[in-house]
């Protein structure tokens, strides 16, 4: 890893934006063209990009098989992902793939197929999420959606766009006491 290619990448540099070009599949981003926005995007010696933001936003995806192959050919350091905009997609499911970028702080998934509120809490494993969307999905139809959510991601500070209030931890706690059982623990009984 070259240093001035690390010192280079950052959230202030313009997102890879592959947003509105009807891709169905994660491999096509490879040979398509980057949309260009009013700042170019950095690259390093290799041609790889010096961004954290990837925008695959307004397209047809309904999986992110090979993700993070595709990542590691288009980013410099994928590692360093920090914004990935999947809204808009035809995602049915929060892939796991996602749950492997670490310093992952804003993840848009708004208005997608996701019918499983379960799905958000592969999410808690993510140390910096600190934005998510998720509204426009059915799930957001889930008696106690907000509230589901903000107790299983208690770090995430924007949700659906909307800044996450004292009083809506409150909320998320007191629905969590309500709804949420607590595992029984099963003693084994000894047989005579």
């Keep these: 890893m070259s240093k001035p290619d ?5 959230v202030q540099e ?3 934006d592959f947003s509105f070009k009807s891709i169905h599949v994660i491999q096509d981003l490879v040979g398509e063209e980057p949309r260009t926005g009013l700042r170019p995007v950095k690259h390093s ?31 410099q350091h ?3 992902l920090a914004w990935i905009d999947l809204s808009f997609n035809d995602l049915t499911s929060i892939d796991p793939i996602l749950t492997t970028f670490f310093n992952l702080s804003v993840l848009y998934l708004h208005g997608n197929s ?3 509120l379960g799905e958000v809490n592969k999410l808690s494993v993510l140390p910096r999420l600190r934005s998510l969307t ?3 999905n059915p799930i957001e139809e889930e008696k106690g959606y907000r509230q589901y959510v903000l107790c299983n991601l208690p770090h995430v500070t924007t949700f659906d766009f909307s800044g996450v209030t004292k009083a ?12 949420i059982k607590p595992k029984k623990v099963r003693v084994k009984q000894d047989v005579l």
Excluded: C
């Design 78 to 80: 994928p590692e360093n």
């Design 134 to 136: 998720l509204h426009g």
């Design 45 to 75: 010696k290799s041609g790889k990009s010096l961004t954290q933001s990837l925008w695959l936003n307004n397209n047809v995806l309904n999986d992110l098989k090979d993700f993070s192959q595709v990542v590691s050919q288009l980013l």
């Design 114 to 116: 996701i019918h499983r």
């Design 6 to 10: 690390y010192m280079n990448t950052s």
């Design 14 to 16: 313009p997102p890879l």
């Design 168 to 179: 809506d931890r409150t909320t998320a706690e007191v629905w969590k006491r309500m709804n």
